[in-house]
């Protein structure tokens, strides 16, 4: 997810909430802000890497941030282009035999019966500062957007991070990966700048082969993406669109 600061804002929402959604079919593409792939990544065969055991990972794709009625309907992320190429990338990975595993990971913006140090309370706190949800508004709220709903099939984990910006700590996902033996995780979602990275950062740390799909994700501003994009590429993770990944798996894009 994205800079807790940011969630300030999240009071907006009251007033984005009359507005329409747009048209799904007329949400841009972030392409362009898919980075070419740093010197060190050039080096790999992603084609053959892609060939390995791997999971699928949604990450924070859900109602608040994609319903004009969200708790983070201040971002208007509907209008952005990371939803369409999130399914692409799904529907391509379904079609691959060897993608044994698919995760739909939330992250609930009200946090009131979790785990919580100082730091935590605090954050989570200002995160729905203003906002006067019902606990089915709550409910609804964190519930994963229809368009990748449709894409869920038995066996897939639905789960919600528990840690601040990852699904490695207190999850099923861990164990779900060991028994899979699963090598690589292809990741979507948002925010970009946080739980994306943070999610590449630990399945770096724990041994695994991440590949962002870059359009595939968004930043709390689209003028931030292309530098978040950039870090990731360049430290942790090969970034790829959804087309290249597509086009990777020996499928048309």
């Not at 691959?96 to 954050?123: C, H, I, L």
């Not at 449709?150 to 066996?155: F, H, S």
């Not at 695994?208 to 931030?224: M, R, S, W």
Request: glycine share 6%.
């Amino acid at each position: 997810m994205t800079n807790p600061s940011r969630r300030g804002i999240i009071a907006g929402a009251a007033a984005a909430a009359t507005l329409a959604a747009p048209a799904f079919a007329s949400s841009p593409t972030y392409a362009s802000a898919v980075p070419e792939l740093a010197p060190h990544w050039k080096k790999l065969d992603l084609a053959k890497i892609l060939q390995k055991r791997a999971a699928f990972l949604s990450v924070s794709q859900n109602n608040s941030l994609y319903k004009p009625w969200g708790a983070q309907a201040a971002e208007k992320q509907w209008e952005r282009g990371s939803l369409p190429a999130t399914v692409k990338a799904a529907s391509a990975a379904r079609k691959a035999p060897n993608f044994v595993s698919f995760s739909w990971v939330g992250y609930e913006v009200f946090r009131e019966n979790y785990p919580q140090t100082e730091f935590d309370k605090v954050q989570y706190e200002g995160w729905v500062q203003g906002l006067n949800f019902t606990e089915d508004q709550k409910k609804r709220d964190n519930e994963l957007v229809d368009d990748l709903k449709a894409l869920v099939k038995p066996g897939d984990l639905e789960f919600n991070e528990l840690a601040f910006q990852t699904a490695f700590v207190g999850t099923q996902l861990p164990l779900e990966l060991a028994r899979k033996r699963v090598e690589v995780i292809v990741i979507t979602g948002i925010h970009t700048e946080w739980c994306i990275e943070g999610n590449a950062r630990a399945a770096r740390d724990n041994g695994y082969l991440p590949i962002v799909i870059g359009d595939a994700t968004a930043t709390q501003k689209p003028e931030q993406l292309a530098a978040a994009l950039e870090r990731i590429n360049n430290i942790f993770a090969p970034v790829i669109s959804a087309d290249t990944f597509a086009k990777l798996l020996g499928q048309s894009a």
